[in-house]
């Protein structure tokens, strides 16, 4: 049972007051929870809703600056009731943490988790009385907070129609906002920058959702830790024109309902990332804060690395005595080019709507994912890449997945399968979020790592299951084989400051198959990619992904200049630094790998020049083996490549062409020995 805390624990909390029924005080109860640095800062506040009694609201302040105006915390049940309505405080306890853990994969090694949290109890004035409890965290880089709904009598279930969790967002707030058609989607659109007050009613935004309040700071709506619950979305609210309001996933045969759990429960974690700019919410690890800590007894067998991925250029191979295609022939094919260009891993796929187990590829209908389909000898394909030292990675349905992974699954172990690739899920309803978790914990009991595709947003799940390398959930450059429009470089450069947030992320990358933007058509078969050579490079640095594709045919990279520098960029990291940025027209990071250091910059379509400081470095002087643009006249848009000195109190001068980019592998050179004396 909790009680209230003792008033020389109460430093940096404020609880005032018990409710009054008094208009004359409509704001009489608050708790205050501050962040470890003091410039962050939540509330929890007790005030009058129109002319009912005081009900739950919650604000945020950066920098002592409103960033989240007083918002109302509800939910709704299938009753017909509200768990917000009017209530009281009954308790509130807090406890600072400080911990450190190491990960891997991530975007570096060794994390802090430090924060204040606070609970505080609440029970309804109204029958049926019930107790219910919010958790509040304040980081030196944004909040958190979660609903718990404890065991009690007289609530038998939990059953939620909606949750009216609002955002009260400043009146000149604007926002990069991705609207989403509804909520059975891939999260495959582009992203739109807009005032928050004129973002449509009938939008449905995916998150993170990024959002710049000028003169007060940045902020980057999501949710962590989604486990037995529905996923997020937000809506403007119908009532003031800056308040977002949140939106269950319904689940598919009970649209009315979005969460159906035994008590006690609790909901995700409701998380504002917040910087003075956004480059620094690139760094945060606070997603991983709120998820359990590692579920793995033995990580031992986790690898991160590079795959080919022949789907994407349509399995198009040139001067071969084989037709190309899902056949034996084409798959040593690649291994031998895994193996000779140390990309370690190859990928069995689709081609033509026939999956490499037999079937269409959509819609399921029933084949097993043991055997390949005619032609297709995976046994002979196994024991090859076994001969060669390359690993194979198996794509599916997720439905077949469903139905057949129990039986599967281990003897993919047998096999030696490095991991699988599950797609076309387009939901993060409470249905599809159990079986997500429940295919996670199958994939890992078997040793196997795991990519998704055709997905909603992480929300940090990769701490507890590391063997999770990365997600899609984004508009990438497959649609550059049938969009108009592709997957165009101002896309490419606000992802990083938004979707990325959420956690690593897949971009069908690598091909060096480069046009400059005006000469970009969309095509099928050995599809073209906008910007630079320099570019394709930039991307295996500037996004997380701990499982990124090599995504064209062999031919293309063999005798590239680029290819070596491809292969021996890293898949994790020890730390990561976002450098300089502006949304949606350029980005420079920063990931260090041992002792050494990898620089990527992108832009959008606009040629710039930039001056990146080398503070981040350690002492000593560095080796800067670098790959930048070809002058724009250069018809073929080759790479150029030099080498350099450096050391920390330097500046890379960094020259982008349109839709360009620039990696530097920054080496520490042996030191000097002391001249004889």
Wanted: hydrophobic share 40%; aromatic share 10%.
């Amino acid at each position: 049972m909790k009680t209230p805390i003792p008033a020389p624990l109460l430093t940096g909390f404020l609880l005032l007051g018990n409710i009054a029924s008094s208009a004359s005080r409509a704001d009489v109860s608050i708790v205050r929870v501050g962040s470890p640095n003091g410039r962050v800062r939540i509330e929890c506040v007790l005030q009058r809703h129109q002319e009912t009694e005081a009900v739950l609201h919650w604000r945020v302040y950066f920098k002592d600056q409103l960033i989240v105006l007083p918002s109302r915390l509800a939910v709704d049940f299938a009753d017909a009731s509200t768990l917000g309505g009017p209530c009281a405080i009954e308790s509130v306890e807090s406890r600072s943490r400080h911990e450190r853990y190491t990960i891997f994969p991530g975007k570096r090694r060794h994390v802090l988790d430090q924060c204040t949290e606070t609970i505080v109890a609440l029970r309804e004035r109204t029958p049926p009385r019930r107790r219910w409890e919010v958790v509040f965290r304040a980081y030196d880089d944004g909040v958190a907070f979660r609903y718990r709904f404890p065991a009690q009598d007289g609530w038998p279930r939990l059953l939620v129609t909606s949750e009216r969790t609002e955002f009260a967002l400043p009146d000149d707030a604007r926002a990069y906002a991705l609207p989403l058609n509804s909520f059975t989607t891939p999260y495959e659109k582009l992203y739109q920058k807009k005032r928050v007050a004129d973002i449509p009613k009938d939008w449905l935004l995916g998150l993170p959702l990024l959002i710049e309040c000028p003169g007060r700071g940045w902020a980057a709506i999501t949710e962590a830790n989604l486990t037995n619950y529905a996923g997020m979305y937000l809506a403007p609210s119908g009532g003031r024109p800056t308040t977002l309001t949140s939106r269950l996933s319904p689940l598919p045969k009970e649209p009315k309902l979005a969460v159906k759990a035994s008590l006690p429960h609790v909901s995700p974690w409701r998380v504002l990332l917040l910087a003075e700019g956004p480059l620094p919410m690139i760094e945060s690890d606070l997603l991983l804060h709120l998820n359990e800590p590692c579920a793995l007894a033995d990580t031992s067998w986790i690898r991160t690395g590079k795959t080919t991925f022949p789907w994407w250029n349509d399995y198009y191979l040139d001067n071969v005595p084989f037709k190309p295609g899902l056949n034996t022939a084409t798959m040593k094919y690649y291994i031998d080019f895994c193996a000779e260009a140390g990309i370690p891993y190859h990928s069995l796929d689709g081609f033509e709507n026939t999956t490499w187990y037999g079937g269409p590829i959509v819609p399921f209908k029933g084949p097993g994912i043991t055997k390949g389909i005619a032609g297709l000898d995976l046994a002979e394909v196994v024991r090859y890449a076994r001969t060669k030292g390359v690993r194979l990675r198996l794509w599916m349905h997720w439905l077949g997945a469903q139905a057949h992974m129990d039986q599967a699954f281990p003897k993919y172990r047998e096999w030696g399968i490095e991991g699988v690739m599950i797609d076309f899920m387009d939901r993060d309803d409470q249905e599809m979020v159990n079986w997500q978790h429940r295919l996670i914990r199958k994939a890992a009991e078997n040793h196997l790592t795991l990519t998704l595709h055709g997905v909603a947003k992480p929300t940090g799940l990769e701490r507890t299951y590391p063997h999770l390398l990365t997600h899609e959930g984004v508009l990438n450059l497959e649609y550059n084989k049938w969009d108009k429009a592709g997957c165009t470089p101002e896309h490419q450069v606000i992802v990083p400051f938004t979707r990325m947030l959420a956690g690593p992320l897949d971009f069908h990358q690598g091909s060096f198959r480069s046009v400059p933007v005006e000469k970009y058509k969309p095509r099928y078969k050995a599809p073209l990619v906008m910007g630079t050579p320099s570019r394709t490079l930039a991307m295996y640095v500037v996004y997380q992904d701990h499982l990124p594709m090599v995504v064209d045919y062999p031919s293309a990279y063999r005798g590239h200049p680029g290819l070596a520098m491809l292969a021996k960029i890293p898949t994790s990291w020890d730390d990561t630094k976002a450098i300089s940025g502006v949304v949606g027209e350029y980005v420079v990071i920063a990931r260090r790998s041992g002792a050494e250091w990898y620089v990527g910059a992108m832009n959008d379509s606009r040629p710039r020049e930039l001056h990146i400081p080398l503070h981040f470095l350690g002492t000593g002087r560095y080796r800067a083996e670098i790959y930048g643009d070809a002058p724009q006249r250069e018809a073929d848009r080759q790479l150029l490549q030099r080498n350099e000195e450096v050391a920390a109190q330097d500046t890379l001068k960094i020259s982008l062409a349109s839709a360009g980019g620039y990696v530097a592998r920054l080496t520490p050179l042996p030191k000097k020995a002391e001249a004889h004396k």
